[in-house]
């Protein structure tokens, strides 16, 4: 039997696990219920709650209860539970770990590797802080993949007919669209765009102010500075705000909120979603952007796929509808389909045959901070070496010049972002590369990046001058903004088995795989395919053209049939043509 590796979505406000077995998608029961709340608390003894048991004891207990931990991922912070504090890598470790050993005593076997979902617009610091939780958690994490690329997988799977299809997944958190072609069981995201800080939450939120407004009003006592009341009002006015999904109005009645006085609140579901248009209207701008990314007009999107909670608002149903001309619909259940893409991802990852293939795409662009001349003047520049909405893993390098002569080190960095400005894009880690061979200015180095299946960056740089190289080597694991260690002694005290956080063998992700993996194998095939048709524009010698139309046939081919060797032969003469051709 191939080893189980399980599916998670770890949400901001709900994670759920899923497993395949035995070629079936099964999503486990945590606690008796399918989603589990991305809460950790402490109970009164002091011991480590999670899930229903935290989230029901919020309102009474706000100081030892943590919610939407998610949102802080990457951050350098620390949040207070109890008397002592913890990173939001630890706080999400205490999710994963009460995940899995649910999971273990649901399916009576150990569970050790996993892949964890995140939302596609997370930044490599991100996606870091969630591999490290996973790690903390005693889960070798397989593999980072997009949500709504999970979301897309456990759709497509299966499936033979092709379609295209936008999927909006609007949690309580985050925000993500991705424009997805599923095309002979292949899933290829095309286009990604997103907004990890908007939400659910934020909806709740505006629902807040207006409470706390009313309440200022009726009963002039300010309450916004009181956190235990705003939190009480958060959870009842959550729980309004989905009422209002299926009623036109929705009363809240709360005695005694302040000590003294009741709130009492009527909303009507019109003035809610008037409430909410503007954090709306920014997710239809990411449709825009994601759309004018993949090179799509409405017309050409086949199917809009709903994905998260607050997709039950009427409203994003309605804009949908409206602007993409396209009913949307939820596709399997929103809350699950993300776990269960995901499991399919770890049952690919697995061996098992009979899924369906994925081609996943970096929503961001990776640069490189460098001088360039701009309106005469020399200013500091990011160059873009692998640019937003390439296939993974993406390989890829440019070359640069030293400016001085005799130059002796250069200072390398990398960047995550959109901006031709580098202070504006996020800094993902630098080196130096020291002793440079003493020569003119002009020297050239060489960048090379190196982003792979999970969305992480590893950075070479080359000094090449009259044959001498040298090679230093960034891996953003080791710039890691928390001690994991460290970490792991934080935590031991609270789940009680120091030995418990202690991950299989902690370096696992580093290896090198030697063979390709088919997701490896289409991103080549779709990267010489382009170069491929590229070259046959340009005029070629007949003999070659034939050449080249064969082998982007009998790549085609062999992605039909799923023969990953077929693939790779392919693969390889037409690299072999391509670069003969294209020098
Ligand atoms: P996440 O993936 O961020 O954990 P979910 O997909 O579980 O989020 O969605 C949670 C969000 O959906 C919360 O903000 C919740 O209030 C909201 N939600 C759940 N049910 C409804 C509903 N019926 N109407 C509107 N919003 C809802
Ligand atoms: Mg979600």
């Avoid at 993902?428 to 969305?455: C, Q």
Wanted: charged letters at 25%.
């Amino acid at each position: 039997m191939s080893d189980l590796i399980v599916g998670i979505d770890l949400g901001t406000t709900n994670s759920v696990l899923a497993v395949t077995l035995e070629g079936r998608i099964k999503v486990i029961d945590i606690h008796g219920q399918p989603t589990m709340p991305s809460c950790v608390g402490l109970d009164s003894a002091g011991k480590l709650i999670v899930g229903n048991a935290a989230r029901n004891q919020l309102i009474a207990a706000p100081d030892a209860t943590v919610v939407s931990i998610k949102r802080k991922m990457g951050e350098e912070i620390r949040v207070k539970l109890g008397d002592k504090e913890y990173s939001p890598e630890e706080i999400s470790s205490f999710i994963l770990r009460e995940l899995k050993i649910e999971g273990e005593r649901q399916l009576g076997q150990p569970i050790k590797k996993a892949v964890i979902t995140v939302p596609a617009f997370f930044n490599e610091r991100q996606r870091k802080a969630t591999q490290i939780a996973g790690e903390l958690a005693g889960l070798e994490v397989v593999r980072i993949i997009n949500e709504p690329t999970a979301a897309a997988l456990a759709y497509g799977a299966g499936r033979t007919s092709d379609e295209t299809m936008l999927v909006y997944d609007l949690g309580g958190g985050t925000f993500d669209v991705s424009v997805v072609v599923v095309e002979q069981g292949v899933v290829e995201v095309k286009a990604s765009h997103g907004d990890t800080h908007l939400g659910g939450d934020d909806f709740d939120d505006l629902l807040v102010q207006r409470a706390v407004r009313e309440f200022r009003e009726k009963h002039g006592v300010d309450l916004s500075a009181n956190s235990a009341i705003l939190c009480r009002l958060k959870v009842v006015l959550e729980r309004a705000k989905c009422h209002l999904s299926d009623e036109p109005f929705v009363s809240v009645r709360e005695e005694y909120l302040d000590g003294q006085h009741h709130l009492e609140m009527e909303i009507s579901r019109a003035e809610y979603e008037e409430m909410i248009a503007l954090l709306l209207e920014k997710t239809l701008t990411c449709i825009h952007q994601s759309m004018q990314d993949a090179r799509l007009i409405p017309k050409d999107i086949g199917k809009v796929m709903l994905v998260g909670g607050s997709t039950r608002t009427p409203i994003v149903h309605r804009l949908l509808h409206e602007r993409l001309q396209v009913e949307p619909r939820w596709e399997i259940n929103p809350d699950l389909i993300v776990a269960m893409g995901a499991a399919i991802q770890g049952a690919i990852i697995a061996g098992e045959k009979n899924y369906s293939i994925l081609v996943d795409i970096t929503p961001h662009t990776f640069g490189t901070t460098t001088v360039a001349v701009r309106d005469g003047f020399e200013r500091l520049v990011c160059a873009p070496i692998i640019p937003r909405n390439t296939p993974l893993p993406a390989s890829k390098s440019e070359v640069f010049f030293t400016m001085y002569d005799n130059q002796d080190e250069v200072k390398v960095d990398a960047r995550q972002g959109e901006s031709f400005l580098p202070e504006e894009n996020s800094l993902i880690g630098d080196f130096l590369v020291e002793g440079l061979s003493p020569v003119p200015a002009g020297s050239p180095i060489i960048i090379h990046f190196d982003l792979d299946l999970n969305g992480m960056l590893k950075v070479t740089a080359t000094e090449k001058h009259t044959g001498l190289a040298k090679t230093v080597t960034m891996d953003t694991r080791g710039n890691r903004a928390l001690d994991v260690d460290e970490a792991r002694r934080n935590i031991a005290s609270l789940i009680g088995d120091p030995a418990a956080g202690v991950a299989t063998n902690g370096d696992e992700t580093a290896d090198v795989e030697t063979e390709e993996s088919p997701e490896e194998l289409l991103a080549s095939a779709k990267d010489l395919r382009k170069r491929g048709e590229a070259l046959l524009t340009k005029g070629l010698g007949a003999d070659d053209a034939e050449e080249i139309r064969k082998l982007i046939h009998d790549s085609a081919e062999a992605i039909k049939n799923r023969d990953w060797a077929a693939l790779g032969g392919a693969n390889d003469t037409l690299s072999d043509l391509v670069f003969y051709l294209e020098d």
